[in-house]
């Protein structure tokens, strides 16, 4: 094969020939400044204050993180608002309630009994409870009774509940009589095994998303200095980013929470690393072309520019969309990755290029790259051999591929069909803990709902009808005044069923309806509870699908039409990533099947629409802009297939390196967790092998130069 022919080859321009000098754009000034012979120090130092600042301050993020109930619910649903009305006239404001079960399978003894009673009291002696503990209920078998514990809970310091959790276990468990088995179940019980299982998992996560980040960059580079310098600029990012949102919190009202905290830095390190990838494999193939590493640099920098900044921006305003959500959490996270994605932009694109010019050609070793007559020619051809078969293979037959691929995506979509949602909290953790068994002896011997009754929180004329009102509905085990204050009072209403059942959330609904149709006095009441806020939440999550699911595709539709200065190829690029999207979810809900978690919370799907939508589109932006650049000195065919053989290496490697980064997340002991990792790295892994490598080069070819329409093949 000639280099006329080779995918890889220049048309119309010499062999040997550097690549034209960046244009004096604004991108060009701004990389010429950061690859500067003098200005890149500055550059440097700039970064040395910003990580000073920003790494003390990335250590108190933990100090603004918000996990009351309120900042997980919609911010105008029933139970937002009775939750509101519980912390302003009753003493429910930061207590959740912890459930003592005590069991005997031949049933509780006079000594077990007495013990109960025991534990009740040194409970109240040694002021443990946050308010008044009731009287032991036991169950009409007599094999189980209960004690409900009322505990302090500090939203910023999870500590404070896990601490006074493990404490009533401790005082209860401590020579119980053999035979009396002890549980701590209720939503404080629940809330502590969360806590458990994710005590230390920060360290974990970041140890394990750096090591694997490492090995898969050391495995690319196949240098012992070169992987350190993504990972030590991105992760001097990641602290910068933290510190910024901690300032945005203390000062700025931000809403922080647990799963904003640990998904920044996740996607920290894999947005940055692939930024990375793509601009370090431009710079090793400019350093080829020049002899003069600076001018590499601000050449590499200024041709990658405009995808890095389409990516971010894509990103980052795919993300922000979050805010017009319903969810107080989905409002808070979009702000916080936002912020991660335009910290680490900044990183990568001044601080990465300063950092590598600075340390010269060495950190290569010992692959370094030497300025090289007629690289543009045969050099890329032998640098990027298996890309380029894979470019040659997908122009000889670029229609089988793309229906081939198609076909293949399709296929796997249909596995979504086989998911089902709402999780019950046994369900929720990859191994059983204390407060799902707790709570499972507890529904064997009294009213399911024992453990989590619904609050209902009603105007005190209207106290006494609702409480004749609510043992006839359906589902409703029985109601009791619990206290008056302010004008309102508290009933809790025990439900039949489990509290965090479909069934149970059936039952929350009628009483809504039933109370909505009494008389004028119970009208205005409002239900909380476990029950009543997992029903709140799936709806708003809901709401939120048909809201920013369209949003986000219109974002980044839009951002590319912008990038690419065409219509059909962003029309074709965006119709890709929603069906890669339905085969993610499909595969996944495979392996979901066959790890014995097949039901899903219905957050992970706006989740996973965002992160595969968003991220799964840079891959397509990296491609789509090469290859836009070589169709203007190639052609059309030549330029997308010279496009897959530039960018196939960095983009593969981007891809697993952003696949394994979010895999990590399946070393938190939670299905969520778990979940989300698998749906994000299986989406991204199809859409790097499959999707960028073989379907849209394949289109392009099939649609021919109207991809670019209604702008020109040539510029």
């Known amino acids: 094969m000639t280099t006329q022919t080779s995918p890889s080859a220049p048309a119309d321009r010499p062999a040997d020939a550097p690549s034209p000098a960046p244009p004096p754009t604004l991108f060009g000034r701004y990389a010429a400044f950061v690859a500067g012979r003098r200005s890149k120090w500055v550059v440097l130092v700039c970064w040395l204050l910003l990580i000073g600042v920003g790494g003390s301050l ?3 993020l933990g100090s603004v993180q918000n996990n009351e109930q309120q900042t997980w619910l919609p911010a105008d649903s029933q139970a937002t608002r009775a939750l509101d009305i519980a912390d302003e006239h009753f003493t429910n404001k930061g207590i959740l309630t912890a459930v003592v079960v005590y069991t005997r399978d031949r049933g509780l003894t006079p000594g077990d009994l007495a013990r109960i009673g025991e534990d009740r009291g040194r409970l109240r002696e040694r002021r443990m409870a946050a308010a008044e503990i009731p009287d032991v209920v036991v169950s009409q078998d007599g094999k189980a009774a209960y004690l409900t514990v009322p505990l302090k809970a500090d939203k910023s310091d999870n500590a404070v509940l896990g601490d006074a959790v493990e404490a009533v276990r401790k005082l209860t468990g401590e020579g119980a009589p053999a035979g009396l088995d002890v549980r701590i179940a209720g939503q404080a019980g629940n ?29 690319t580079y196949r240098s012992p200095v070169l992987w350190l310098i993504p990972l030590i600029s991105v992760a001097l990012a990641s602290q910068v980013a933290s510190g910024v949102v901690y300032l945005l919190a203390r000062y700025a009202g931000l809403v922080v929470n647990g799963q904003s905290s640990y998904v920044l830095v996740v996607l920290v390190l894999g947005v940055g690393t692939d930024y990375a990838l793509l601009l370090i494999a431009r710079y090793r193939e400019e350093l080829h072309r020049h002899r003069d590493r600076h001018e590499a640099m601000a050449t590499a920098l200024t041709r990658c520019l405009p995808a890095i900044a389409a990516s971010a921006a894509t990103v980052g305003i795919a993300t922000l969309c979050l805010v017009f959500g319903s969810m107080n959490s989905t409002r808070g996270l979009g702000p916080v990755v936002a912020i991660g ?8 694109t001044s601080l990465l290029p300063a950092f590598l010019v600075v340390l010269g050609r060495w950190v290569f070793w010992p692959l370094i ?29 670029p229609r089988p591929i793309w229906i081939g691929s198609v076909l293949v995506l399709a296929a796997l979509a249909c ?3 086989t998911l089902g949602s709402g999780q019950t909290a046994g369900e929720q953790f990859t191994e059983r803990v204390d407060s799902v068994i707790g709570q499972e002896r507890l529904a064997e011997h009294f009213a399911a709902g024992s453990s989590a009754p619904a609050d209902v929180y009603v105007r005190s004329e209207g106290a006494a009808a609702t409480v004749r009102m609510l043992p006839t509905v359906p589902g409703v085990s029985s109601a009791t005044e619990v206290a008056s204050a302010g004008g309102w009072t508290h009933i809790a209403a025990v439900l039949r069923d489990s509290p965090d059942t479909g069934a149970a959330r059936d039952t929350i609904e009628r009483i809504r309806a039933t109370l909505r149709s009494g008389p004028a006095q119970t009208r205005s009441a409002l239900v909380a509870g476990q029950s009543a806020v997992a029903l709140d939440t799936s709806q708003a999550q809901g709401e939120e699908e048909k809201l920013l699911i369209p949003l986000i595709l219109a974002v980044v539709l839009l951002m590319l039409v912008v990038l690419l200065r065409a219509l059909v190829a962003p029309v074709v690029l965006l119709l890709s990533v929603v069906l890669s999207f339905g085969s993610a979810v499909g595969a996944a809900a495979l392996i979901y ?16 629409f965002l992160f595969l939508v968003a991220l799964g589109v840079d891959y397509t932006i990296f491609l789509m802009t090469r290859a836009r650049e070589e169709v203007r000195v190639r052609g059309h065919r030549e330029g997308v297939l010279t496009g897959l053989t530039v960018t196939g290496g960095v983009i593969t490697s981007a891809g697993l390196v ?3 980064t979010f895999a990590a997340l399946t070393v938190i002991p939670t299905v969520n967790s778990l979940q989300q990792g698998v749906l994000v790295a299986v989406g991204v892994l199809l859409d790097t092998f499959l999707v960028r490598s073989l379907l849209i080069p394949a289109l392009a070819l099939e649609i021919g130069p109207r991809f670019w329409r209604p702008g020109r093949a040539k510029d």
């Open 191 to 219: 809330l502590a095994d969360f806590i458990d299982v994710y005590s230390g998992m920060d360290a974990t996560l970041l140890g394990t998303t750096l090591a694997i980040v490492a090995l898969l960059l050391l495995i």
């Open 658 to 660: 952003l696949a394994a």
């Open 369 to 397: 790259p030497r300025h090289t007559v007629g690289y543009q020619g045969v050099g890329v051809e032998r640098e990027h051999g298996a890309w380029a078969r894979v470019s040659r293979a997908v122009g000889l037959r």
């Open 58 to 60: 990335a250590a108190k």
């Open 593 to 608: 099947h066959a790890l014995g978690h097949p039901r899903i919370d219905r957050g992970l799907l706006l989740f996973g």
């Open 341 to 348: 994605v335009v910290i680490v932009f900044c990183a990568m």
């Open 415 to 417: 596995g979504a069909l």
